[in-house]
């Protein structure tokens, strides 16, 4: 039950997302930049930031583990992913998917956005 509850509340995040794609994205603690076939994630918070990047179509057909380890980002730090990293990602792709937040596996806030 657990798991199905955390599958909807996952779908719901990715589909609530569909129609608000974006160049960059950028609030006081977090953003998200692309340049030179790279993500940039930057954290400007004084806390650790767990997230999962993927390619966007990969994150409407992906069932994720709830309690699987998700990368971070130190606290005042930035991190650059090169595409071919992103989960799913292919050639073609031109969309990709995050979620964030300060607790592994605690989805707190979520993007899709243009490569």
Do not use: R
């Amino acid at each position: 039950m657990k798991k199905l509850t955390y599958f909807i509340f996952l779908a719901s995040f990715i589909f609530g997302a569909c129609n608000s794609s974006v160049d960059s994205y950028s609030k006081e603690s977090f953003g998200i930049t692309t340049k030179e076939s790279s993500v940039i994630l930057t954290n400007n918070s004084n806390h650790v930031v767990y997230y999962i990047l993927m390619e966007y179509e990969t994150s409407t057909v992906v069932d994720l583990n709830p309690d699987a380890e998700w990368p971070t980002i130190e606290a005042n730090s930035k991190v650059s992913i090169p595409y071919g990293e992103i989960m799913g990602h292919q050639e073609s792709s031109d969309e990709a998917f995050i979620m964030w937040g300060i607790k592994s596996g605690g989805i707190e806030n979520h993007q899709k956005f243009k490569l």
